[in-house]
Nanobody, 124 residues
Framework: QVQLVESGGGLVRAGDSLRLACAAS????????MGWFRQAPGKDREFVAA????????YYADSVKGRFTISRDNAKKTVYLQMNSLKPEDTAVYYC?????????????????WGQGTQVTVSS
């Protein structure tokens, strides 16, 4: 069973930055893609960013492109989400996810394991 633990969320003001981290227990972490998703109150969970197994390929939702950066450190079994120029509409619970796939996907169904989520609140 893969365990994913997110950290780094919090309450910030519009324009501020946060860095989320997701630590994985999986021994084969370095073989698989990782993703970040978010869910705002009353809305469906949506794709934010994904990275392939070695970090060479990344994908972003249009709403975060140019502001967020996903990266990974396979030696530390950790994936990061650097969030800059935060907006109130970025407020949500952020989840990391692990898929048994090498190349990244924007689809929720591609990911088998999910963290418990970390709250990000951006005030205006």
């Amino acid at each position: 069973q893969v365990q994913l633990v997110e950290s780094g969320g919090g309450l910030v003001r519009a324009g501020d930055s946060l860095r989320l981290a997701c630590a994985a227990s999986e021994r084969t972490f370095g073989f698989y893609a990782m993703g970040w998703f978010r869910q705002a109150p009353g809305k469906d969970r949506e794709f934010v960013a994904a990275v392939n197994w070695n970090g060479a390929n990344t994908y972003y939702a249009d709403s975060v492109k140019g502001r967020f950066t996903i990266s990974r450190d396979n030696a530390k079994k950790t994936v990061y989400l650097q969030m800059n120029s935060l907006k109130p509409e970025d407020t949500a619970v952020y989840y990391c996810a692990s898929g048994q796939i090498a190349e990244a996907s924007m689809a929720l169904t591609a990911y088998n394991y999910w963290g418990q989520g970390t709250q990000v609140t951006v005030s205006s």
